[in-house]
């Protein structure tokens, strides 16, 4: 677009002046200058302009140039601060060259009209390539910083975490400082700050009614999170948004963060004193922002929503703590396959049936359960929760295993879920002669338990019986097998003995390793019996479990050493 020329002591245009004239003497007597023409001409530009006088003092700048320098007034001093890098007088006129100016990179050309008057004219080229070639218009720069924020955001399913990367993001680009104020929780409001230049993000919180001291917030962390951004008047900004020091702000925006369906919080920007003001394109920069920064705070609150809600299911599911007996000692592993993670179709519990306070009775005799049910994963694990709490259920009426084990049947057999199957193994602890123990054994389509003799000799238990949840009649052999103090009942699950590995990776591991295993640990505590039978079978399928893996042991507990 051509300049108009003003005629007089200006000769040439504001945009393409003419040829430096130093040395040349006015060649006509000085005009009046038309100030708002010349005004015009210079707000009209797309270059930043600043015209000063011989004193080197301003004259007229347009916006464009106080979006580069603030400040700039007519009869302000161009050397002034850092900006006297830009402004330098040795600056040869009609060549560019680029100065650092804060963390922008700014290039500088100076023009002069006769002796009384220069222009300098100031392009922003922080993001052209070296060869000259605009690589980041200020569009562009916007579009790297929404790109950016995108990645950042991604990165985190914490809430906190992910309101603090976008405090940290907003107040690098946006403002000179930016809080996240969260939706409140127990009447309280959580907020995040960062301010441009700071690395570190500060965290806090007040009342809600606190909170309600800024104007508009209510509103929009309540409202409809569509509601675009809204300019606060910076004289009621409360002292708990701006950060210690910052001082008065000249500019607030406030902007919801869109969520689902709701607001996943409010962006609150801050200018300092002398800063310009939020312009119609930062709006719409912010409102792009916003609607990223909001989706990734409500991912992350729906994710630890979800976690904490499974935390609370899987609790439940997870093998319990084992009790202290008096006449054994009690050791399990329960280990997923990797396909299922931390829960699976393998389980076992320990039921202390209840005694009414007061009866003067004996407390029952412990039940200790291993089952493994078909499939893997939260499925199956739910099931076996089922089964676990529907034993201690039925333990109030009945104590004899194999009459508990029909009742399960039936209760699986009456379920909707589809594959209701299991396998399981009771053992009932009874206190025998001369400190030994007596296990109550009754089993339905389990692995046999072996059973560990003092002298390091395996014996396989020959109790047998039918898979529940497939045949309303089901067979049962329930036998009764004596330890003696010291003496160990191996439970365990199939697991263990179909574990793949060995040199070809396919071999099954099988019921002779595992007794040939269990005759190393004569005379072992519980615990370490399970800890080197899991550290075996781990060793023989290295590349990982294809199936759940269960072992519990019982060993009855040690006479005490006497003295002679």
């Known amino acids: 677009m051509s300049r108009a020329r003003p005629a007089g002591e200006i000769p ?26 010349l005004q015009a001409l210079l707000d009209a530009s797309g270059e930043a302009v600043v015209l000063c006088d011989a004193d080197d003092r301003v004259i007229m700048a347009n916006p464009a140039a106080g979006r580069i320098v603030p400040d700039l007034a007519p009869g302000v001093l161009i050397a002034f601060g850092a900006a006297a890098a830009l402004f330098d007088p040795g600056c040869a006129p009609g060549q560019s060259r680029r100065v650092a100016y804060g963390d922008r990179l700014i290039r500088v050309r100076r023009e002069t009209f006769g002796l009384a008057r220069e222009a300098w004219y100031l392009s922003d080229v922080t993001a052209e390539s070296s060869d000259g070639n605009r690589s980041a218009s200020p569009a562009n720069r916007r579009t790297e910083f929404l790109i950016k924020a995108g990645h950042r955001l991604s990165g985190s399913l914490d809430a906190r975490r992910c309101a603090a990367t976008v405090a940290e993001l907003a107040a690098s680009f946006l403002a000179d400082a930016a809080t996240v104020m969260l939706p409140p929780d127990h009447r309280r409001s959580h907020w995040m700050r960062a301010t441009a230049g700071d690395p570190a993000v500060e965290e806090g919180g007040v009342p809600s ?6 104007p508009g917030l209510t509103e929009a962390l309540y409202g409809d999170p569509a509601t675009p951004s809204r300019r606060v008047d910076a004289a009621q900004a409360p002292d708990w948004l701006l950060p210690t020091g910052f001082g008065p702000a000249s500019h607030l925006l406030m902007t919801p963060l869109p969520g689902t369906g709701a607001p996943a919080g409010v962006l609150v920007l801050a200018r300092r004193q002398g800063a310009p003001p939020f312009d119609e394109d930062t709006e719409i920069l912010v409102q792009d922002f916003a609607v990223r920064a909001g989706a990734a705070i409500a991912a992350a609150m729906l994710y630890q929503e979800q976690s904490a809600t499974n935390a609370i299911l899987t609790e439940d599911l997870l093998p319990p703590r084992l009790p202290v007996l008096d006449q054994a000692d009690l050791a399990g592993s329960l280990r997923a396959s990797q396909q299922a993670g931390l829960i699976g179709g393998d389980f076992y519990d320990v039921c202390l049936p209840d005694v009414p306070a007061g009866t003067g009775a004996r407390r029952a005799a412990p039940l200790v359960i291993l089952g493994d049910v078909c499939g893997k994963g939260a499925r199956a694990a739910v099931l076996a929760g089922q089964i676990r709490h529907g034993l201690r259920t039925l333990l109030l009426l009945e104590s004899r295993p194999e009459r508990l084990i029909e009742l399960i049947n039936r209760t699986l057999l009456a379920s909707s879920a589809p594959d209701s199957y299991v396998t399981l193994v009771l053992a009932r602890l009874r206190p025998g002669r001369e400190g030994s123990l007596l296990v109550d054994l009754a089993v339905a389509g389990h692995p046999e338990p072996l059973i560990l003799r003092q002298d390091g000799g395996i014996e396989e238990v020959t109790a047998q019986g039918s898979m529940l949840g497939v045949l309303e009649r089901i067979d049962l052999n329930p036998v009764t097998v004596e330890l003696a103090p010291g003496e160990l009942c191996l439970l365990y699950s199939d697991g263990i003995t179909e574990a793949p590995g060995g040199p070809t990776g396919r071999e099954l591991y099988g019921t002779d390793r595992l007794k040939a295993a269990l005759t190393t640990c004569a005379r072992m505590p519980a615990t370490a019996v399970v800890r080197r039978l899991e550290q075996t079978t781990t060793a023989w399928a290295p590349h990982g479990e294809k199936d759940d893996r269960a072992l519990l042991a019982i060993r009855a507990r040690p006479l005490p050493h006497r003295r002679p």
């Open 12 to 37: 040439g245009s504001i945009s393409e002046p003419s040829a430096p004239q130093v040395n040349d003497p006015p060649r006509c007597p000085a005009r009046p200058l038309d100030a708002k023409l």
């Open 209 to 214: 009614a606190t909170a309600a001291e800024l």
